[in-house]
Nanobody, 124 residues
Framework: QVQLVESGGGLVQAGGSLRLSCAAS????????MGWFRQAPGTEREFVSA????????STADSVKGRFTISRDKVKNTVYLQMNNLKPEDTAVYYC?????????????????WGQGTQVTVSS
């Protein structure tokens, strides 16, 4: 059983930066593809970015490409999402997730474990 805990969310002005962390307890995250999703009120959960087990391959949504970067630290058993040049439309609850079997890593249904989420609010 993998337990995921997100942190690093908060309130930031447009153009600012935040780094989200997803720390895991239980099995090593090296066995899992990892992803970040977000969900704003009244909307469906949206793919943001994902990283392969090895960390070699990443995938990023067009809406955040060039601004957000996903990475993983195997020693710390943690996955990060660096978010730069934040915009008000990035406001959402951000979730990290772990997938035992990796396909596209872009669909929520591919993931087996989810964190509780961390709120990101970007003011204009």
């Amino acid at each position: 059983q993998v337990q995921l805990v997100e942190s690093g969310g908060g309130l930031v002005q447009a153009g600012g930066s935040l780094r989200l962390s997803c720390a895991a307890s239980g099995p090593t995250l090296s066995n899992y593809g990892m992803g970040w999703f977000r969900q704003a009120p009244g909307t469906e959960r949206e793919f943001v970015s994902a990283i392969s087990r090895s960390g070699v391959s990443t995938s990023t949504a067009d809406s955040v490409k060039g601004r957000f970067t996903i990475s993983r630290d195997k020693v710390k058993n943690t996955v990060y999402l660096q978010m730069n040049n934040l915009k008000p439309e990035d406001t959402a609850v951000y979730y990290c997730a772990a997938a035992r079997y990796t396909f596209t890593l872009r669909a929520p249904g591919e993931y087996d474990y989810w964190g509780q989420g961390t709120q990101v609010t970007v003011s204009s």
